[in-house]
C-alpha cells in the first residue's frame, strides 16, 4: 500500500492541534484535510475522496457520535476515534455506533499512523483471497466486502466484516477474544478493551439468528466466540 496515495479527513475543532498531527501524517506519506465541525465533516465524506476518516468525539454544530451515525446510514468510510483518556463510555459508544478503531487523546501520532494503516490493511486489501465463504444461509464476498443472509445484503463496518470473517473461517470452532483482535483487528486486546464485545453485538443484532431461531454468534465464558454451524 502506498501511503501517499491515501488522502485522509482529519476532523476536530482544536486546530492547532489539526496542524501538528496533520503535520506529522503528512510526513508520514498521508494527505490530509481538516475539518473543525461535525457538519463540515460529514459534508466533506458525502463529496467522497477519502479513504478513512479521524473523528474526534467534542466537536462544535455536530459531535463525533452524530457524526458517525449519519455517516453509518449511507457510507462505509473507515472511522478512527478520538476519544478522552480514561472515558471507557466513548470508546464502546464510538464503537457501538460503528467505528473501526479509536486513539486516546492526547494521542502518540506515531500510534495513529499505525491505527490508520491498520484500519486500511483491513478493508483495502483484505480482498486479496478473493474466495466466497458459505455457512448456511450466510455468504461472505471478500473482494467486495459484501455479506447477504438468505439473500438479503447486510451493511456491515470494516472492523465487523473482519471478525465475522475470522469466526466464520473457523465455525464451529471457539476463537478467544486474544487471537480475533489480532487477526480481525490486528492489534492486541489490552485490559479493559472492549471492542471485540462490541462489534459481536452489533454483529448479532445486524445477522440475526439461524432460521431455526438458533443462535449464530455464540459466546463461551472465560474461552470467547464462535459462529455456530446451522442445526
Do not use: W
Not at 478473493?130 to 438479503?152: H, I, M, N, T, Y
Not at 471478525?163 to 464451529?172: F, P
Amino acid at each position: 500500500m502506498n501511503d501517499a496515495s491515501i488522502p485522509i479527513l482529519l476532523a476536530d475543532d482544536d486546530t492547532g492541534f489539526c496542524e501538528l498531527l496533520g503535520e506529522y501524517l503528512r510526513g508520514q506519506g498521508f494527505a490530509v484535510t481538516a475539518v473543525h465541525d461535525g457538519q463540515a465533516a460529514i459534508a466533506a465524506v458525502e463529496r467522497g475522496g477519502h479513504a478513512a476518516l479521524v473523528l474526534d468525539v467534542m466537536m462544535p454544530k455536530a459531535d463525533g457520535f452524530q457524526v458517525l451515525e449519519k455517516l453509518r446510514a449511507s457510507h462505509r468510510i473507515p472511522v478512527v476515534m478520538l476519544t478522552a483518556r480514561g472515558e471507557d463510555v466513548d470508546r464502546i459508544v464510538g464503537l457501538e455506533l460503528g467505528a473501526d478503531d479509536y486513539v486516546a487523546k492526547p494521542c502518540n501520532p506515531r500510534e495513529l499512523a499505525a491505527r490508520l494503516r491498520a484500519v486500511l490493511r483491513r478493508t483495502q486489501l483484505a480482498g486479496a483471497e478473493l474466495a466466497p465463504l458459505r455457512c448456511g444461509d450466510l455468504e461472505l464476498q471478500p473482494a467486495s466486502r459484501g455479506v447477504r443472509v438468505d439473500g438479503r445484503a447486510v451493511d456491515l463496518t470494516g472492523a465487523e466484516f473482519d471478525v465475522l470473517r475470522v469466526l466464520v473461517e473457523q465455525a464451529g470452532e471457539i476463537v478467544n477474544k486474544e487471537e480475533l483482535s489480532k487477526r480481525a483487528l490486528n492489534r492486541r486486546l489490552g485490559s479493559f478493551d472492549r471492542s471485540i464485545d462490541m462489534h459481536i453485538s452489533r454483529l448479532r443484532q445486524k445477522l440475526g439468528p439461524h432460521g431455526d431461531g438458533s443462535a449464530r454468534l455464540r459466546s463461551v465464558r472465560n474461552r470467547g466466540y464462535l459462529y455456530a454451524r446451522p442445526g
